[in-house]
């Protein structure tokens, strides 16, 4: 079974912090993803990853930044975290292309 | 403008009856289709998909229905059992293949 793994299930900052999170995939998938879930507003799409220091916007990269220095871990960074960043923070990997993606149990971030 | 629409955003159904979420799409270049489940505090969990080649995908108690024409496809929970109840995300990938499209979501309660 695939294993995606987020380093927090929970997690409280302040704003103005620069925030990490981290999640590592034991799978050797090619490709990784960052999406945010919102009440009413499903799953949107931060950014993604489909190699080793490749990465590509996703709906609403504002105000986040992400890092892939390995194939395994793939990681997510709020610059300077704000309230409208207080969200639930799911991390997924994906063989390739058109193949289902395995995500992770979320982050649930909250910024005070 | 939304591409995935799931036009309910809760269902309720009686144990060992029939459950039937429903998924409309906008783009007529999709051609893979994936439903996702998901409970609280847990991430998606892949569920069931089906290719445009295909009207019906079925695997156990869940079988998927696409309805080109209609730019429709269905998920249908036979018989439907208290442990189903959860958020059903229906999602297609993007023009590139890679990332998902997700819809908002269909909350599932189904009663004993």
């Known amino acids: 079974d695939v294993k995606v793994t987020q380093s927090s299930r929970y997690l409280v900052k302040r704003t103005g912090e620069k925030v990490f999170l981290e999640c590592v995939q034991d799978?050797?998938?090619?490709?990784m993803f960052w999406y945010r879930q919102d009440p009413g507003l499903g799953l949107r799409l931060i950014y993604f990853?489909?190699?080793?220091?490749?990465?590509e916007k996703g709906d609403i990269p504002e105000g986040y930044s992400v890092s892939r220095e390995k194939k395994e871990r793939f990681s997510l960074i709020l610059e300077s975290a704000s309230t409208n960043q207080t969200s639930m923070y799911l991390c997924?990997?994906?063989?390739?292309?058109?193949?289902?993606?395995?995500f992770g149990d979320g982050t649930r971030l909250s910024i005070l | 403008d939304q591409q995935v629409k799931q036009n309910s955003p809760s269902l309720s159904v009686q144990e060992g009856r029939i459950s039937i979420l429903n998924c409309d799409y906008t783009?007529?270049?999709?051609?893979?289709f994936l439903w996702y489940k998901k409970y609280p505090a847990e991430g998606p969990t892949f569920l069931i998909s089906?290719?445009?080649?295909?009207d019906k995908n079925e695997d156990g108690r869940f079988t998927v229905f696409l309805n080109k024409s209609a730019k429709h496809l269905s998920l249908h929970i036979v018989p439907s059992q208290p442990g189903d109840s959860a958020v059903y995300f229906c999602?297609?990938?993007?023009?590139?293949?890679?990332?998902?499209?997700f819809g908002k979501g269909t909350t599932l309660s189904v009663s004993s």
């Open positions: 997924a990997s994906q063989y390739r292309g058109n193949q289902p993606q395995h």
């Open positions: 999602a297609a990938p993007d023009q590139a293949g890679t990332a998902l499209i």
């Open positions: 799978m050797d998938h090619e490709n």
């Open positions: 990853s489909y190699d080793v220091k490749m990465k």
């Open positions: 783009n007529s270049m999709f051609d893979y």
């Open positions: 089906i290719s445009s080649i295909k």
